[in-house]
């Protein structure tokens, strides 16, 4: 049975994001400890999040550029410099020795992957008009995840005794040459992007209706939803042997394969009401991973937190895809600046609060997940 051209490139795409997350992921799975065994002073451990931030702010960049430049040429671009910047480095790592070449290495995956987002999700967007985008974007997910999880799992082999960092990150070349390769043959099979070819140019203020209250809800959840690199940071401050910061990652990428592709069926189901138990669920995970020492407390937070991100993989992104209408690559634009920007300060918020009061950072996590809900409820009730 022939199988039609979008649902190929589709699961070509889709198979690129396994690949290419068994390789970054499984490099920062064990970013931290490849800088101690280089004998890198503490602080540039901790300032591994600086490539977070970074990530989010080229993601931002990477919006602003894909609304303003509507080309089917220049998405293909941004996604595959992405790529090849994001996957490119992480077998490099394998011969830096020297601890400050691995942090720079390490800060370009981060701006590679965020140079891909938007470009990557308006083609996505696209390719899934079809199947729906809830079920499309959670079978993406689902696959992406599945590389999240093996790619840890194939590091942590390694440095049991088979060969330690050096053949840990060779073998992650296989991996991302697999990706490279499949993201080049998705752009000869499929080479124009139908819906980024309008005469219509969005100015970056906020748009009306229910794109706007849904934009407000997410920059609220993501400003104050904490990233991985605290967590862990967090988890090791606390005494808790370093390891269980790395199992605690591959059951939180665990549970958002798990729930991606339910959950985008719900999506088509239900629409943007599939969002409201969302801001529930990220005030556990933040208050249970920055605030519990109890293993099964941190487990459970662990699969709530991998909840949240299979959200932001799924059903947030086919959110954008339906509310947007007929300007889905503005919408992926402005929705990944506002992501970007939030979740950028939203770390070094949560950080500080972290350090100044913890009663105040519970406080924080909660206002603003509560405020969230209200505007995801709006997002439902108004039209655009």
Do not use: C
Request: glycine share 10%.
């Amino acid at each position: 049975m022939k199988i039609d051209k979008k649902i190929r490139v589709f699961l070509i795409l889709s198979f690129v994001s396994l690949f290419a997350d068994m390789t970054y992921e499984g490099a920062r799975s064990v970013g931290g400890a490849y800088l101690e065994v280089l004998k890198a002073p503490l602080i540039f451990a901790g300032m591994l999040s600086i490539g977070e931030l970074l990530a989010y702010l080229f993601r931002a960049f990477s919006g602003i550029l894909v609304t303003k430049y509507r080309s089917s040429s220049f998405l293909w671009f941004l996604t595959i410099t992405g790529y090849v910047t994001n996957l490119a480095v992480i077998p490099l790592l394998a011969i830096s020795g020297n601890w400050i070449i691995a942090f720079i290495l390490y800060m370009l995956e981060r701006i590679g992957k965020g140079l891909r987002g938007p470009s990557r999700d308006i083609i996505l967007s696209e390719l899934i008009k079809g199947l729906g985008s809830g079920k499309g974007f959670g079978i993406h997910e689902f696959l992406d995840q599945l590389g999240a999880v093996s790619g840890p799992l194939i590091v942590a082999y390694y440095l049991a005794g088979h060969g330690g960092f050096y053949y840990a990150y060779l073998f992650l070349a296989i991996p991302a040459i697999i990706a490279i390769a499949l993201v080049f043959s998705a752009m000869i099979q499929y080479p124009k992007i139908e819906s980024v070819h309008t005469d219509k140019r969005i100015s970056f203020r906020v748009p009306r209706g229910t794109f706007r209250f849904f934009l407000v809800s997410i920059f609220l959840i993501s400003v104050s939803f904490t990233q991985w690199g605290i967590i862990s940071y967090r988890i090791t401050l606390e005494g808790i042997e370093a390891q269980y910061a790395a199992i605690l990652y591959v059951l939180a990428m665990a549970a958002d394969a798990a729930v991606a592709i339910p959950l985008g069926m719900l999506f088509d189901k239900y629409g943007v009401k599939t969002i409201y138990p969302i801001p529930i669920i990220s005030i556990f995970s933040n208050i249970l991973l920055l605030f519990e020492n109890s293993l099964f407390l941190l487990f459970l937070g662990s699969i709530l937190w991998g909840t949240v991100t299979g959200y932001y993989e799924s059903v947030f992104r086919a959110a954008v895809a339906e509310l947007a209408k007929e300007d889905v690559a503005g919408g992926f634009g402005v929705y990944s600046l506002v992501q970007g920007i939030a979740m950028g300060i939203g770390g070094i918020i949560i950080a500080v609060f972290y350090i100044v009061s913890k009663s105040a950072l519970i406080d924080y996590i909660i206002a603003l997940n509560l405020i969230a809900m209200l505007f995801f409820a709006l997002s439902t009730k108004r039209s655009i």
